[in-house]
């Protein structure tokens, strides 16, 4: 009834694949996508709730276009020509915004129903190296080459009355070289904690590299601040350190993350491996049938990750088998299927239990440089009698092509606010902008769906 | 036979009974037909599939679906109208059971009953339907459609045709009043035929524009040659001139918001802006014409286009009523054209400005404050954290405003004798009130914000908590908790009124807002959870279902907290918290000369009494002692601990273990009230308290503590909080404790005794707490 499908695409190869994870069998394709690490994000239809995928973004590899497609054609749905070349972008889990970032650390927010450009600032010093939105939207991560990880409130960032420059909410500097991946864990802003993964210079003589789980847990934020500024006036970095977990030192730079989805355990790709790590671990057990269960890490300790290489003990949980380094990770709903792209133009399906390699996919023809799971499109479905019952619910997103500039007070006094007309939920989405001039409140634009 | 064939041969025998006994006799079958239509959705008789009857194969066996059908088309050609009705009604419960019924028979039943609508004089009947009738059959004919919908066959044999007619004939009937206004649930009409055969008004429900909504919805195309009259159906109910139902604005309202589907794909959205703007256009000229004495400071407002309304008559004691009202009407519309969803982000500011200005400007009109309140809650629902960074702190002081602690009048009294306040009520009462006059009557003047007002704030912070816990300053944060608890504590000793629909509404909301304070712990306020799960505990045994209920639940999720499944990973360690905390604390103790001085201006009061002795271990069944001053000293030691490194869920164990073993730390416990002696300076009493022992703080000599737990009581409701409003800013909160604990010395002293007797005479003359705030006051006034 349910299929879960992987879509996988190529920094060389330009056709992207959506593929079934269990079966190999291959639904559908992209043309003309070629897109590097980090610059695939999937935004959802607006029209259903949680997550049926409606439209795929990737910034393109080698020109400054992000190419959207959705799942009526292989060809390209709408192609937006962006300021400047994007090599990060993310959209928001609801669909409403997309960010993206660029190799001198800038970060462009759009808005995806109008291309309005929203906003576009001075993020890190160096290229932007991935993006992420907070699953409640509320917020959005930016990690860059610079090592430093920011948080962005979204409300700040988007804010129309105010043309300063956005300051992060919170602004990590824990790690010292690149971040290479983050990932954003379950709830809302005040529960949610985030994993950061990054190449680390200061290990380098160790041979170690290390990740971050930074808690984006709000609580323990207010009193630091309030003392911190009127105390110290210090710095944000003290404020960082307040709230870092727990650091794991992999024998590999890192340079993907995939978290559990009920956060009990953690992937990581270093080099063409990919290392498990558990959060929490049974202590042996002294007496007879009872193994305590303890958390690992926590008060900002640092956490050594054995490599697998010559350690029995620990070659346990350590995935081996691509034979170039893994450019990205994805995990199947349940968490009991792990997907590993790499450069070695192979996807993985791994058993995360038996940690058994059980599936490889071949067929793209150069380095594959990231791999999403989620449930399969309705729009996929075999052609015929189900084409003909989807034509009513054939949901398309309204999208337009991303402005170049942002604009003008006038022009955004006529144009208004975005607003989703709720009504017809199977009908087919369509877009039109509209304003109504006058007053402060009292304009509108359209988002019908 | 198996179970299942047993169960169909009953089926069938029961609908042949039906038939024969009940359904046979058309001018019979209206009195029946409560039962009959009982008997069918109670066993689903129409729902046994036909392809099972054919399988049975016996005769007796088989479904009667054939004799069905024909008795439900001679009653529509009947010439009884109640079974006209019948009919209808059995049309419709036979699509909805039944899916081959409704496959076979659409096209028959479907003329059938556009030939009821559009004659409008049936054939041998020379007056016109009944309303019910009418009515049924919209109902059934829009549910028949609306079943066509993913068919793509029986959309172009049936609907295509059918459709046009049902639509116009719909557009014809809605000259009837009565029919956009009729009864048309199914119930309703149960009712309707069992008690009265007449139409009751009381029951009656909208139903021509639910059907047409739902025609447009779902045949944008088929709508659109009647798509304009339909509108200006819609707005003659928008002019405010009719003796307007309620209920028919509201559903002329919806049928209006979903009209832009007639535009289909291409103009839907032009058609949705032009209705938009057309509405506001038309509120500005009613608003024109209400507000015309006020000159505008600016022509700001470019030319809206309007729909055209009924002009009013140019006396305005006639046109102002009919004006006002359609503004109301056309906000309502407005309202259901618009949403919120986050396109609207990059205008938060705008928005949460605008709320907190009506809050402010709204001081006194309860109406629009709690309004205001529902629009907060919302705001908080969709932009979360963003919304709670740009309203927190303002947002709080009005809440803390409209949640107060119930004050009592005669508080106003004393304050009133002592310094000149600015209370309107108290110069009335100045002159020829005395004091024991105020013991009289205390109860009668116990001042607190309407109930609706109560709930919507408490409505909003429970979001606020939810969504913002941490972003909330710790003052803040305490102050809410200290005010949460003690009103659910005040509630719970207040025997004889809790019982009333008002105290258990707000103890309800109370719970729930506690509840929220636990799950959204600051770093420094999991200290409540003690409290809480006191209180939960307590609730659990309330006379309410609701609260007990509920009580049960929230144990059930701090159980969570307190015994975690998941060993918990720890956090902060990097930066100690114990150094960081207490140079905030010694930093607002530096601030503390002016505010002091701010309260003791304002209200002698607030720094009476509290003491601060907490009678911390069991809660004695009448003590009601709860105040700034163990909520504060708990914080720190609670701080403390978690600079420890302790896990979060560890936060409790102290706590527990300290409620748990009070004796051993008796003789400290003991110092620490001890320390709170008159001279004591301040520093002492924080850093005492900011050790481990003061949450237990259990047995003091004997009239102490309960004496200053009278005088606490005394002292919540009237000073602490109410009062107090502007002094929460921050460092100002902090203060609070410690500016109960400094002059309690000088009036607590005398008044200990009385204070005592009281509670051990056992109410003597005083129920309890509700007089504490008089009690106190008279003892002060006394010398």
């Known amino acids: 009834m349910f299929t879960e499908v992987a879509l996988t695409t190529s920094a060389t190869d330009p056709t992207s694949y959506l593929w079934d994870i269990r079966s190999g069998t291959v639904f559908f394709s992209f043309k003309q996508n070629v897109c590097g690490k980090g610059a695939l994000a999937l935004a959802p239809l607006h029209a259903t709730p949680g997550n049926r995928i409606g439209l795929v973004l990737a910034a393109q590899a080698d020109k400054a276009i992000v190419h959207i497609y959705s799942w009526h054609k292989d060809q390209v749905h709408v192609k937006c020509i962006c300021p400047e070349k994007l090599v990060t972008i993310a959209a928001s889990n609801r669909g409403t915004y997309c960010a993206g970032g660029t190799e001198a650390g800038k970060i462009y927010v759009w808005e995806i129903s109008t291309g309005n450009l929203l906003r576009s600032f001075d993020a890190h010093y160096k290229r932007v190296s991935v993006l992420r939105f907070a699953s409640d939207d509320s917020a959005l991560v930016s990690g860059s080459e610079d090592a430093g990880v920011n948080v962005w409130l979204l409300s700040n960032l988007l804010d129309n009355s105010s043309d300063d420059a956005p300051t992060p909410y919170y602004s990590w500097s824990d790690h010292t070289l690149p971040i290479s991946d983050i990932v954003c864990g379950v709830g809302s802003f005040r529960t949610a904690r985030v994993l950061t993964g990054s190449l680390d210079h200061t290990c380098k003589v160790s041979d170690s590299f290390t990740l971050f789980i930074g808690l984006l847990c709000t609580s323990t934020f207010p009193l630091f601040q309030t003392v911190f500024f009127q105390k110290l006036n210090s710095n944000i970095w003290d404020l960082a350190t307040g709230i870092l977990l727990t650091t794991f030192l992999l024998p590999y730079p890192i340079t993907a993350l995939a978290l559990d989805p009920a956060e009990r355990t953690f992937f990581a790709a270093g080099g063409n491996l990919v290392y498990q790590v558990d959060l929490y671990r049974r202590r042996e057990a002294r007496n007879y049938g009872s193994g305590e269960v303890e958390a690992v890490g926590g008060s900002g300790r640092v956490e050594g990750i054995e490599g697998g290489d010559g350690d029995p003990g620990e070659a346990r949980l350590v995935f081996r088998g691509h034979s170039a380094p893994i450019t990205s990770l ?57 084409a003909v019952q989807h034509k009513g619910s054939a949901a398309t997103v309204v999208v337009q092509p991303f402005r170049r500039m942002r604009k003008t007070e006038a022009e955004e006094r006529d144009e208004g606010v975005g607003m989703r007309i709720a009504g017809n939920v199977e009908a087919r989405a369509s877009f039109v902008l509209f304003g109504i001039p006058g007053g402060s409140l009292e304009w509108f634009s359209i988002c019908l769906t | 036979m198996s179970l299942y064939h047993a169960q169909q041969f009953n089926a069938a025998r029961l609908l042949q009974n039906i038939l024969t006994n009940f359904l046979i006799d058309d001018a019979k079958v209206q009195s029946f037909f409560p039962f009959v239509l009982e008997t069918i959705i109670h066993h689903r008789l129409l729902s046994q599939s036909t392809d099972a009857s054919t399988v049975t194969g016996t005769a007796d066996g088989s479904m009667p679906f054939h004799k069905w059908c024909t008795r439900i088309n001679s009653l529509l050609h009947s010439k009884v109208s109640g079974a006209r009705w019948a009919g209808i009604c059995l049309i419709k419960v036979s699509i909805e059971q039944s899916h081959d019924l409704y496959l076979e028979n659409l096209g028959s039943w479907c003329s059938a009953l556009l030939s009821l609508l559009a004659v409008g004089i049936p054939n041998n009947v020379l007056k016109p339907e009944p309303l019910s009738i009418h009515e049924a059959a919209i109902n059934t004919l829009s549910i028949m459609f609306g079943k066509t919908q993913d068919k793509s066959e029986l959309q172009r044999e049936i609907t295509s045709i059918h459709l046009p007619k049902f639509n116009t004939s719909m557009m014809n009937l809605c000259a009837n009043r009565e029919l956009l206004v009729c009864p048309c649930a199914y119930a309703d009409m149960f009712f309707m035929i069992t008690t009265t055969p007449a139409y009751s008004p009381a029951h009656s429900q909208p139903t021509i524009f639910p059907a047409l909504s739902r025609s447009v919805t779902a045949f944008p195309t088929t709508f659109r040659p009647i798509a304009d009259n339909c509108k200006k159906l819609c707005l003659t109910f928008l002019d405010g001139a009719h003796d307007n139902n309620p209920l028919l604005v509201q559903s002329a309202t919806q049928c209006l918001a979903t009209l832009n589907h007639a535009g289909g794909k291409a103009s839907s959205a032009e058609l949705w802006i032009g209705t938009t703007n057309r509405l506001i256009g038309s509120v500005h000229v009613a608003l024109d014409r209400l507000l015309d004495s006020i000159e505008e400071e600016s022509k700001l407002m470019d030319t809206y286009q309007s729909f055209e309304m009924p002009p009013v008559s140019p006396d305005y004691v006639i046109a102002f009523p009919i004006l006002f009202n359609r503004v109301n009407s056309l906000n309502e519309a407005i309202c259901s054209m618009l949403s919120a969803n986050d396109h609207l982000v990059p205008h938060l500011r705008l928005f949460s400005s605008i709320l907190l200005r009506l809050l402010s400007q709204n001081r006194n009109r309860r109406s629009v404050r709690s309004s205001v309140y529902h629009l907060v809650v919302l705001c908080l629902e969709k932009f979360g954290i963003g919304m709670v960074e740009m309203t927190c702190n303002p947002l709080l002081n009005a809440l803390l405003e409209d949640i107060r602690m119930p004050e009592r009048k005669s508080a106003a009294i004393t304050a009133n004798l002592r310094t000149s306040s600015g209370k309107k009520s108290n110069k009335k009462r100045k002159a020829e009130l005395t004091n024991s006059d105020a013991l009289a009557v205390a109860d009668t003047f116990i001042e607190s914000p309407t109930l609706e007002l109560q709930v919507a704030a408490f409505e909003v912070l429970k979001q606020l908590l939810m969504v913002g816990g941490s972003a909330i300053t710790p003052s803040h944060r305490s102050s809410i908790d200290s005010l949460l608890i003690s009103r659910l504590l005040l509630l719970s000793q207040g025997m004889s009124k809790s019982d009333d629909q008002y105290h258990l509404l707000i103890k309800l909301k109370i719970y729930e807002c506690l509840l929220a304070s636990v799950l959204a712990p600051s770093e420094t306020q999991a200290s409540v959870l003690p409290y809480a799960l006191r209180l939960f505990s307590a609730g659990q045994n309330e006379q309410s279902g609701q609260i007990r209920s509920f009580c049960s639940q929230a144990l059930t999720i701090c159980d969570l907290i307190i015994h975690s499944r998941l060993p918990p990973i720890q956090r902060s360690v990097t930066i100690p918290i114990s150094p960081v905390y207490v140079p905030g604390f010694t930093l607002v103790t530096g601030e503390r000369e002016p505010v002091t001085e701010a309260m003791d201006e304002n209200d002698e009061r607030s720094t009476s009494g509290t003491t ?18 163990p909520q504060a000293t708990i914080v720190t030691g609670f701080s403390q601990q978690v600079s420890a490194g302790m896990p979060v869920v560890a936060l409790v164990a102290p706590s527990s273990s300290a409620w748990g073993k009070p004796q051993e730390v008796l003789p400290e416990a003991t110092l620490a009230s001890s320390a709170i002696t008159p001279e004591k300076p301040l520093s002492t009493i924080t850093e005492s308290k900011s050790e481990w022992q003061t949450p237990v703080e259990p047995k003091k000599p004997k009239d102490d503590p309960e004496s200053r737990v009278i005088e606490e009581m005394a002292t919540i409701p009237a000073a602490q909080l109410p009062t107090k409003l502007d002094s929460y800013s921050e460092s100002n909160k902090r203060m609070i404790p410690e500016d109960f604990a400094e002059p309690s010395s000088s009036s607590s002293r005398p008044r200990q005794t009385r204070a005592a007797s009281d509670d051990e005479d056992e109410d003597f003359e005083i129920p309890e707490i509700d007089m504490e705030g008089p009690d106190s006051d008279v003892e002060t006034d006394d010398p």
């Open chain 1, 330 to 386: 994805a995990l199947s709903l349940d968490g009991s299927l792990l997907l590993s792209s790499s450069d070695d133009a192979t996807v993985a399906v791994w058993d995360v239990v038996s940690r058994q390699s059980i599936r490889t996919f071949v067929q793209h023809r150069g380095p594959v440089s990231s791999v999403s799971c989620f449930l399969r499109p309705p729009e996929t479905a075999a052609a015929g009698i189900g």
């Open chain 2, 612 to 629: 601060g002795a907490f009678g911390g271990s069991s809660f004695p069944p009448t003590s009601l002692a709860v105040s700034h001053k």
